[in-house]
C-alpha cells in the first residue's frame, strides 16, 4: 500500500504566501512524476503543477511565476511553493503521484485526502 499525506494549508490573505508538502511513503520501488491538482468549490479539479523525476516541471497559466514546485527524491516528498495568492487560488490542495509500489507490474496514480487553502481578499 501507498499513501500520500499532505499538509500545509490553512488560511492567509491575499498577497501572502503558503508551503505544501506532500510525503508518499508505504512500499514504494519508485515514483514516477508528482503533482499538485486542486478543486474549488462547484468546479472540476485542475492541474496545478507537475515535476518528473528528474525534476522538469510544468505549471497552470493561472499559477505560473507565483507558484514553484520542487521535490526531494531522497524523501519522496514533492512540495508547492505558493506566493502572491489571491483569492481565486482557494480551494482543496490535492497531491498525485504517479509511484511504482513494490512488486507490482505497472505504476499507478495515487491521491492525498487533500489539505484546504482558503485565501482572504
Known amino acids: 500500500q501507498v499513501q500520500l499525506v499532505e499538509s500545509g494549508g490553512g488560511l492567509v490573505q491575499a498577497g501572502g504566501s503558503l508551503r505544501l508538502s506532500c510525503a508518499a511513503s508505504?512500499?514504494?520501488?519508485?515514483?514516477?512524476?508528482m503533482g499538485w491538482y486542486r478543486q474549488a468549490p462547484g468546479k472540476q479539479r485542475e492541474l496545478v503543477a507537475a515535476?518528473?523525476?528528474?525534476?522538469?516541471?510544468n505549471y497552470a497559466d493561472s499559477v505560473k511565476g507565483r507558484f514553484t514546485i520542487s521535490r526531494d527524491n531522497a524523501k519522496n516528498t514533492v512540495y508547492l511553493q505558493m506566493n502572491s495568492l489571491k483569492p481565486e487560488d482557494t480551494a482543496v490542495y490535492y497531491c498525485?503521484?504517479?509511484?511504482?509500489?513494490?512488486?507490482?507490474?505497472?505504476?499507478?496514480?495515487?491521491w492525498g485526502k487533500g489539505t484546504l487553502v482558503t485565501v482572504s481578499s
Open positions: 498525485n503521484a504517479n509511484v511504482h509500489a513494490t512488486g507490482a507490474v505497472y505504476a499507478m496514480d495515487y
Open positions: 508505504g512500499s514504494i520501488f519508485s515514483i514516477n512524476a
Open positions: 515535476i518528473t523525476r528528474s525534476g522538469r516541471s
